[in-house]
């Protein structure tokens, strides 16, 4: 059940303890099967649209089932999103690298606090495995001399 406030941006507070918002990403991306995340495969990011989409889809099933809770507008909608990508991108990077050798190996280059926080994280759960093990050995590297 939501304990959904209307104002909030927390995507927690809208889908519940019940599913991470990685979970709720692969959802997002895999609208038309029926089960859920086994958390094994890396879940691709999907699309704003996608995930904009899947929110409202369960706003609407919301509203169908009790038509007297608070109503979601548009802007938590807009709210729930960007909260639900953010969580779920990190989300989805952090199971990236921990499933991954060749990531692992460079989880502290991987993991340090970069300025850029988000980007950093976007850039970890989509760009190649290859590119990404470069820039980090290019920092280890440059950390030892």
């Known amino acids: 059940m939501s304990t959904w406030q209307s104002g909030s941006s927390d995507w927690t507070d809208f889908l519940g303890n019940n599913i991470s918002a990685t979970e709720a990403l692969w959802q997002a991306g895999h609208p038309d099967l029926d089960e859920g995340w086994d958390g094994e495969e890396t879940p691709k990011v999907p699309s704003e649209d996608a995930v904009t989409k899947y929110v409202s889809d369960i706003v609407e099933f919301m509203d169908a089932q009790d038509p007297d809770a608070p109503q979601v507008d548009a802007d938590d909608v807009e709210a729930i999103v960007e909260s639900l990508l953010a969580d779920g991108t990190e989300g989805i990077a952090r199971h990236r690298v921990e499933h991954n050798e060749a990531l692992d190996e460079y989880a502290d ?9 988000g980007e950093h994280v976007d850039w970890i759960a989509t760009a190649p495995v290859s590119e990404i093990v470069a820039w980090a050995k290019s920092i280890r590297d440059d950390a030892e001399s």
């Open 109 to 117: 280059e991987i993991w340090y606090d970069w300025p850029n926080w």
